[in-house]
Antibody, heavy 117, light 107 residues
Framework: QVQLVQSGAEVKKPGASVKVSCKAS????????ISWVRQAPGQGLEWMGW????????NYAQKLQGRVTMTTDTSTSTAYMELRSLRSDDTAVYYC??????????WGQGTLVTVSS | DIQMTQSPSSLSASVGDRVTITCQAS??????LNWYQQKPGKAPKLLIY???NLETGVPSRFSGSGSGTDFTFTISSLQPEDIATYYC?????????FGPGTKVDIK
């Protein structure tokens, strides 16, 4: 069965960086993309961007351009999302999800990133 | 960028009621519209894709319709386990946008 397992919760200081991992299993990793979506406490869902696990092409939300980098390691079927220059409003649960072009169909369990001094 | 609106932002209904949520896109998105259910503390779950297609394993009381800019999501007979927030999501030009969500609870 398809599973996406994310790394554990993180606490970071403002200005620091965080890197969240997402290990995929149960399907051919390079046949799909991975989207990253975040959700601030009590708020809605915000799409952050997408990476092709086939060729590494990326497309980031304009709001995060320059601060976010998405990568994959096909040898371990793992996707990564790094966010730099963290601010308090980056505090959120970060989700990875399998991307099927026009939708995402399987989600990771989420990773809480807390930014606090 | 395409903006998504949803209404209502919340609703309260009785078990067995028919529940309808609407989602509007700021420009034509054809049928590139999906619906997700999110229960508290859980990841979202895909229910409806391409406006009207039921994802495998999702109960048939959930349905969707619409195209262009106006879309509707319906629960034909509300069940206690349907208490959740529902989000629409559009796809356009390699970008996703989610609606603000509709919180559904039991009256």
């Amino acid at each position: 069965q398809v599973q996406l397992v994310q790394s554990g919760a993180e606490v970071k200081k403002p200005g620091a960086s965080v890197k969240v991992s997402c290990k995929a299993s149960g399907y051919t990793f390079t046949s799909y993309g991975i989207s990253w979506v975040r959700q601030a406490p009590g708020q809605g869902l915000e799409w952050m961007g997408w990476i092709s696990a086939y060729n590494g092409n990326t497309n980031y939300a304009q709001k995060l351009q320059g601060r976010v980098t998405m990568t994959t390691d096909t040898s371990t079927s793992t996707a990564y999302m790094e966010l730099r220059s963290l601010r308090s409003d980056d505090t959120a649960v970060y989700y990875c999800a399998r991307d099927v072009v026009t939708k995402v169909d399987y989600w990771g369990q989420g990773t809480l990133v807390t930014v606090s001094s | 960028d395409i903006q998504m609106t949803q209404s209502p932002s919340s609703l309260s209904a009785s078990v067995g009621d028919r529940v309808t949520i609407t989602c509007q896109a700021s420009q034509d998105i054809s049928n590139y519209l999906n619906w997700y259910q999110q229960k508290p503390g859980k990841a979202p779950k895909l229910l409806i894709y391409d406006a009207s297609n039921l994802e495998t394993g999702v109960p048939s009381r959930f349905s969707g319709s619409g195209s262009g800019t106006d879309f509707t999501f319906t629960i034909s007979s509300l069940q206690p386990e349907d208490i959740a927030t529902y989000y629409c999501q559009q796809y356009d030009n390699l970008q996703f946008t989610f609606g603000p969500g509709t919180k559904v609870d039991i009256k």
